[in-house]
Structure formats: C-alpha cells, structure tokens
C-alpha cells in the first residue's frame, strides 16, 4: 500500500471515530439525561461463563494470563498477598485499557486476624484549588477536562502494591513482577475484547507511542492472535523489581511522565516531582459493616474516599429494614422497585457526604454514622408507594445536612481481581486508569524504544463544578493533595461461629464506573438467597442508576429489559442500554471448597488448586 493510500484509509477511520464521537456527544447534549449511560469500557461479545472449584486457594480476574500468573506464584510458595501483586502486574501488561502502572486503586486484606483497607488512589497536584476545571468562571465539559493534563493524578497503584507487600508479602519482591516482565518482553496474544477496543476508540491513535504500539500503518488496530510485545513497560517493570515505587517518583520514569504531562499543558500547572516524591499509601482497619441476610459476618471494605462500602452497606441494610433480602429478588416488581428507591437514597448521600478524609469532616459520629441502624431505619421510611418525587440526603444523627450535593457527572474505572490461599489469607482488589486507556497519554523514557504505560485521567472524578447552585462547596471538589471519590468495592466477608475466629467466606468486586455499587450490591443480594448454582448468578441482568433523579438503566439482551413498563408504571424513566461489567467474584462452599465466577461479559478466569 501506498503511502499515500495508507494516509487516506487512515484520515478516514479517523474522522469516522471523531464523528461518532460528536454524534454521541451532541445528542447527550440535547437531553437532559443522557442516552447511554457512562460505560467504562465498551461492552463486548460475552464468553462462556468462566466458573472454577478449588479445595484450597483460589485466583479470580479479567484475564486468564493473570489469573494463572497468580496461580503461579501460590505454587511457587508465595500467599494470597504475592499472588494478588503479581496478578495485578499481569493485568496491567494485559489490559492495558483497565489498569496500569499510572493509575491506582484500593485494596483489602485479610492477614489472618484483621482486614486492612489500602489506599492507593491518585492524588491531585499540591497546586491544585477548588476551580481547577473552572475556565473563565465556567466548568470544562466532561471530554476538554479528561483531555486537559490537569487530570492526571499522581499515581498511586506501584506504592500501594509495593506498601501491600512490604507488610504482608513472603515471596521476594522481584519475583512477582517476573510474570508480568516475561510477558511484556515475550508477547501475549491480543484478545477479541482488547482488538474491539482499541479498534473503536476514537482518541488513543491520538498519541504517538500508543499509536506505534497498537496500530498498524493505516491506523487499524492490530488484528486478533497478534503477539503484542511491550519492551518499553518491561524496561520500567524491571526497574520497579529493583528499586519499588522509587523507580515511578525519581530518574528516567519520572522525566519522562512530567515531559509526558508538559505536552500540551501551556503555562498550566501540573503534576510536579514533588507530587510525586510526596505521595504515601494510606494503610487503616478497613470499614465493616454487618447485614442480616448473612447472618454472623461481617462485609468490610475501604472507606472514603472510596463511596462503595458504605453505599453497598445502606443499599442491603435498607432492604433488609424492607424485609426484601430473603426470599425476594430482582425478577419481583416489588423488591426491584424497593431496591431502586433504596439505591437513590444511597447515591443521595454520596453525593452529599463522600470525599478525601484527609480534607472533608465526616458527619457527625464518623463515617459509620451514615450506617447506623436508627438512621437507616428513618431512611427505609421513606421508601412507601411509587418512586418518591425527590431522593434528598438525609441527616445521620439528627445534623441537618448543610452542604452541597454534587450532581451526576460521568465516571469510569475499572479491574478487579481475589485471591485466597490455604492459609486463609485473602486479597480482594481493584485499580483503574479511569476510562478505557485512561487520559491516552502513554509514557516512554526512550530506553525500551517501542510502548509504555499510560497516564490516567482519575482527576475527573471531582466534581468539574465545585460549588452548588447555592455557593456551597461540594465535599468532592478539587484540592492540593486531595483524592477524588471513588466507586470502586473491593470488598471480603469475614465470618465467625461462636468461639471460633473469623475466616473470609467471600471475596468480590468489579468493574463499571458507579455502576460497581450495583454489581456488588446485587452480587450479594444473590449469593445471601443460597444461591448454589453459579451460572444463575452470572446470568443476572445488569441494572441500576447513577443519580438519585435520574434514569434507570437496564442491561441489554437480558430479561431486565422487558422491566421499562412494570417500572414506568411506578414513576420512574427507564432505559435500556449495554452495560460492562467486570464482577469477579470467589465464595466458599458449605463443603469447604472455593468456587470462582468471572463475569462473561469480560474475559476473566479463575484458577487455583
């Protein structure tokens, strides 16, 4: 093929991509809601229902190189910390669209006797103030903020692994990056899932380094079974084996992600050394909470500025106030109804009271406060009769709530893998780079010559108009130093019969923006009915909102579509649309033995012995 002609084939397929792009964004423009909801990841072609029994340990994640990676270490003599770390460096050579070295995520471990809650979200530069997505007192619209460099974060994902290790680990630290440095050296193959979303992205071709890594001369993504080597990120990946989060926050890697941020970004302030040099994990006793319907157990996951332990903990606690969590499900107009209301006075909540701890005052009584029996209690009231007018913030401990309440605004994220090993340790985890391929800005210190990591845009998630109506500050604004509030639920089930200590029963989480609160919430409403059969609860239809006054969605293909009349009939707008899920999820067995459920709609497997 001609130069020319390789020129014209590509000018064209991108000025296809950039007008579906428009499209999509001029016709959200014209509604008041919009006409998909905020997917991550582009749905794809579901695979088999990837379900997995194991007797004594056990790996679950969205992709079977990382899973058996995972395996790999366990046989090897390494615990469930080891194999979670060298899961996660697999995923992010292997999706890259999902994760990756600049990015960052939560985890919760179970060490034996407590589960800990880590923090390893980005954080914004010290530079950063209330208005910085504001331009000439206006906000950026959702697309100019994830283009602008001002949303990349400090990433966060290399410390917490490193952090996690340190204090948990067995096997040496080099050792479980040496999978993930083995198949960025050697290749993998491109799965469907990674050729379609490379194919449909409209911006990654955008950038230089992704472009040479992922495109062919016409600018088509390379074709299903490539081997996709990456000699640059393994370069990186062996710095990190020898230095830890050194090898990210000073020399070569650093230059060059500051040079990276600097294209583009004018006299803008950004990410600098400092923010990087200056960034800590946040390690505490993760936030638990206990639910009726599991009798004996306690769910724990991490706190704010993660939103999803204590939105999933009011949406099951409500409904079990509702008397819906036994016997009741999805299918049932009546529970799914229920669930609906509950899930905007969650998000109501959230929307009102969720930030960095670091710089926003919990409600009076702390975090657990939003949890409490007597508040849920009030909250369950309201739900009676068809959908109520208006889902408000409520007032945990009786103090009117006095702040603003962010509206919806798109989010994304994310990967999510568990492990468990004989010792009865247990890793439930989940990192994003935001989108899919994150701000599209991929890293190349030159020493590897070909590829990378990429950049997220996990800034977005604050709130790109920091005050209300009113003049009140949003808790989620922007700020130094501050991490935005995040949906991702990696969560674990502790249980205990009297006189014996607790054990994890239960590890899950998953993919899909703020849709994860309703991926895990559901998960358990269906694990607590004694459900046995796994393919039934893989076959679960998607649904949900993401703003208490706003739409529901209804996952395509599946029988919740046939809900958009029983639900308008009870007053609320429902549309149907594809939905991306990525929920993972690992439970044992009354016998004893560990089962793994990798959501179809990615391509997740579980492994184990």
């Excluded at 096997?171 to 899932?193: D, H, K």
């Excluded at 200056?278 to 206990?290: H, M, S």
């Excluded at 208006?390 to 962010?406: D, I, L």
Aim: net charge positive; charged share 20%; with cysteine.
């Amino acid at each position: 093929m001609s130069t020319r002609a390789r020129s014209s084939r590509w000018s064209w397929h991108r000025a296809c991509a950039c007008l579906t792009w428009a499209a999509l964004n001029c016709a959200q423009a014209q509604h008041t809601a919009p006409l998909t909801p905020a997917q991550p990841e582009a749905a794809t072609a579901r695979q088999a229902t990837a379900i997995g029994v194991f007797q004594h340990r056990a790996v679950v994640s969205a992709h079977a190189l990382a899973s058996r990676a995972g395996e790999r270490v366990l046989s090897e003599g390494g615990n469930a910390i080891d194999a979670a770390v060298a899961t996660q460096w697999v995923l992010s050579v292997v999706e890259p669209q999902s994760s990756g070295l600049g990015g960052g995520g939560f985890a919760v471990v179970f060490d034996g006797r407590q589960a800990w809650a880590y923090d390893g979200r980005e954080a914004a530069p010290q530079s950063a103030t209330p208005d910085w997505f504001m331009k000439e007192g206006i906000a950026l619209g959702f697309e100019a903020a994830r283009r602008s460099p001002r949303s990349v974060g400090v990433p966060g994902l290399v410390p917490m692994l490193w952090s996690m290790h340190q204090r948990h680990g067995r096997r040496p630290w080099a050792s479980v990056l040496s999978p993930a440095i083995e198949l960025a050296e050697q290749g993998f193959a491109i799965t469907p899932r990674l050729h379609q979303l490379l194919q449909i992205d409209p911006l990654l071709r955008q950038d230089p380094w992704s472009l040479k890594l992922y495109y062919n001369d016409a600018g088509l993504a390379h074709p299903v079974g490539q081997v996709l080597r990456n000699p640059e990120l393994a370069w990186v990946l062996r710095r990190i084996a020898a230095l830890g989060p050194r090898a990210m926050n000073e020399g070569p890697v650093a230059q060059a992600l500051l040079r990276r941020l600097r294209d583009g970004a004018g006299h803008d302030p950004v990410l600098t050394a400092r923010d990087l040099r200056d960034y800590t994990v946040r390690v505490e006793p993760a936030l638990c909470f206990q639910w009726p319907a599991l009798p004996q157990t306690r769910l724990c996951g991490a706190p704010p500025p993660s939103s999803g332990t204590l939105a999933v903990g009011q949406l099951l606690n409500l409904l079990d106030r509702l008397g819906l969590t036994q016997g009741s499900h999805p299918d049932q107009a009546a529970p799914r109804h229920a669930y609906i209301e509950a899930a905007r006075l969650a998000y109501a909540d959230r929307a009102a009271y969720i930030g960095d701890p670091a710089q926003v005052v919990a409600p009076s009584g702390g975090w657990p406060v939003l949890l409490d029996p007597a508040y849920l209690g009030r909250r369950a009231a309201l739900i009676q009769g068809p959908r109520m007018p208006r889902a408000e913030p409520g007032e945990p401990a009786w103090v009117p709530f006095a702040g603003g309440q962010m509206p919806d605004q798109a989010e994304y994220g994310t990967t999510h893998l568990n492990v468990v090993d004989a010792q009865g340790l247990a890793v439930a985890l989940s990192s994003s780079l935001e989108s899919a391929f994150g701000a599209r800005r991929m890293v190349n210190t030159g020493a590897g010559r070909k590829g990378g990591f990429l950049l997220n845009h996990q800034l977005t998630d604050f709130a790109l108009q920091p005050k209300d109506e009113q003049g009140r500050m949003l808790a989620n604004a922007p700020g130094p130093g501050k991490r935005p509030r995040s949906s991702m639920t990696p969560m674990l089930v502790l249980s205990a019969t009297p006189g014996s200590t607790e054990r994890v029963t239960m590890a899950l989480g998953s993919a899909g923006g703020p849709f994860i609160i309703h991926h895990v919430a559901q998960s358990l409403w269906a694990l607590a009915q004694g459900l046995d059969d796994p393919e039934r609860i893989a076959d679960l239809p998607r649904f949900g909102l993401t703003d208490p006054q706003g739409p529901i969605w209804l996952e395509a293909g599946t029988r919740a579509a046939d809900w958009v009349t029983e639900l308008q009939s009870r007053g609320h707008a429902a549309r149907v649309s594809e939905m991306s899920s990525g929920a993972h999820l690992l439970w044992r067995r009354s016998d004893g033995a560990w089962v793994t459920l990798a959501d179809p709609r990615r391509e997740g497997l579980g492994a184990g012995l």
